[in-house]
């Protein structure tokens, strides 16, 4: 039996001593393929399209592409992908000086010098491609497309990706705890949307929808949307990844963006929905680490992902380094309006907001787990007057924590997820 588990914080692993006679049980992927060779697997992924021919074929003419990648929240290995991109952009007749790399920052901060060549993951990229972040907030840089049909979403998007006449998305296809899982089309709305449609799109009629969830795309209000979003903004295409725990890439595709999207989907379900007959009483779960770790508010999703398994009343431990501390300053406003109004106050006064608060979204969603049990955090990073606009209860010792929490509970079976949100526990009664 288990005496020690490790989690993910920040750029290593959280080892953790378990009181003695507890029965952990370790809640992971299980081991996924890996590619033998990811060069290979991406220039022949480039070279055969999902529901669109090659990249080449499809790149002919184009005189301004727009490549969309991920921010620095998401481990998604840019380098191999962009530079394998850019070749086959080249065969076909796109010179460098036609392609503009854009960074999907939503509304979240931009990713500059140094951190931007980790984003972009490859040298020669950095050096020879033009390179610009999103401002969401830019309305000079912002083309309104009217609204999508089904929910009046305004659709203001990134003027680089709109005027381009080759647009791909790069993703990383993973859990979602709004989204159901990410990559494809998440990359163009929110990641490049301006200010209103991204509050548009986690305002509480969203947010509260019970369909908007983890793993679920079917009749999820935001998935919906998105799809609604890519069709006002015409052909786009993605090329999606998956990777294991290791952050090894597993899965590569290029294609048509819905399809090659639902295409990484259908496979990633496989190592990502983890079915666990039983709750806990107690359980231990990290933020994945680093990158997603840098701040409190990313850390909410690894306090959304187990709920399912988490037992009513019971006690949910995280851990999650966040070495930039809460986030953004409209985060912390929206943290300390939860402090000053209570869970039922900051619904009442979000309740009827077409636009959401600026980062609020996340305040909302950390109400959810508090909702069923009590959370703790294990932080280095949050410190001073910050630790009370957490809204959980901030810890010092992990041990101690989980041995108070076996001792209250009687229960010594306590749930572990090394990897927080890239795994999603599915709750299957036994009986």
């Known amino acids: ?37 990811p060069k290979q697997a991406i220039q022949d992924a480039l070279r055969s399209g999902v529901g669109c021919p090659s990249l080449s074929q499809v790149a002919r003419g184009s005189t301004r592409v727009c490549i969309v990648i991920c ?10 992908i962009l530079k394998g991109m850019i070749d086959e952009l080249n065969a076909a007749g796109v010179s460098n000086s036609q392609i503009t790399i854009l960074i999907a920052t939503g509304l979240h901060r ?20 033009r390179i610009e972040n999103h401002f969401a907030r830019d309305t000079a840089w912002m083309v309104d497309l009217g609204r999508t049909p089904t929910d009046g979403i305004p659709v203001i998007l990134n003027r680089h990706l709109v005027d381009a006449d080759l647009r791909i998305v790069v993703g990383l296809v993973e859990p979602h705890f709004m989204a159901g899982y990410s990559g494809g089309r998440k990359v163009v709305a929110p990641g490049v949307a301006g200010e ?8 509480y009629q969203f947010m509260a929808n019970p369909l908007a969830c983890n793993g679920n795309l079917i009749e999820n209000p935001l998935h919906r949307g998105q799809l609604e979003i890519l069709k006002l903004l015409g052909p786009t295409y993605a090329v999606n990844t998956i990777i294991d725990e290791q952050r090894q890439m597993s899965f590569v ?6 399809q090659s999207h ?7 379900r496989k190592y990502a929905e983890v079915p666990i007959q039983q709750k806990f009483a107690t359980l231990i779960t990290s933020a994945a680490g680093y990158p997603l770790d840098k701040t409190y508010y990313q850390t909410v999703k690894g306090m959304v992902a187990p709920l399912q398994i988490l037992a009513d009343g019971g006690h ?19 943290q300390a309006q939860l402090k000053k109004l209570g869970a039922q106050g900051f619904i009442d006064r979000i309740r009827r907001m077409p636009l959401a608060d600026v980062d609020g979204w996340q305040t909302h969603m950390l109400l959810r ?38 001792s209250d509970s009687g229960d010594k079976t306590i749930a572990v997820i090394p990897e927080g949100p890239y795994v999603i526990p599915i709750y299957k009664n036994a009986l």
């Open 262 to 268: 639902l295409q990484s989907v259908q496979l990633v």
């Open 253 to 258: 595709n290029f294609g048509e963006c819905v």
């Open 110 to 129: 931009p990713n500059l010098g140094q951190e931007m060549l980790e984003v972009v993951g490859d040298r020669w990229v950095f050096d020879n491609i």
């Open 196 to 203: 209103e449609t991204i509050r548009t799109f986690h305002n």
């Open 71 to 80: 921010d620095i929240t998401r481990p998604v290995p840019n380098g191999p």
């Open 316 to 334: 949910m431990i995280v851990a999650s380094r966040c070495e930039e501390g809460l986030g953004s300053h409209e985060y912390r406003d929206s």
């Open 1 to 37: 039996m288990l005496d020690t588990v490790e989690i993910r914080y920040g750029k290593s692993e959280l080892p953790i001593r378990l009181p003695k006679g507890c029965q952990p049980v370790v809640v992971r992927k299980p081991p996924m393929p890996l590619l033998a060779d």
């Open 369 to 406: 787990p508090l909702s069923i049990g009590r959370v703790s955090l294990y932080s280095e990073g949050i410190q001073g007057s910050d630790r009370e606009l957490t809204g959980v209860a901030m810890i010092d010792s992990i041990e101690k924590a989980i041995e108070q929490s076996v």
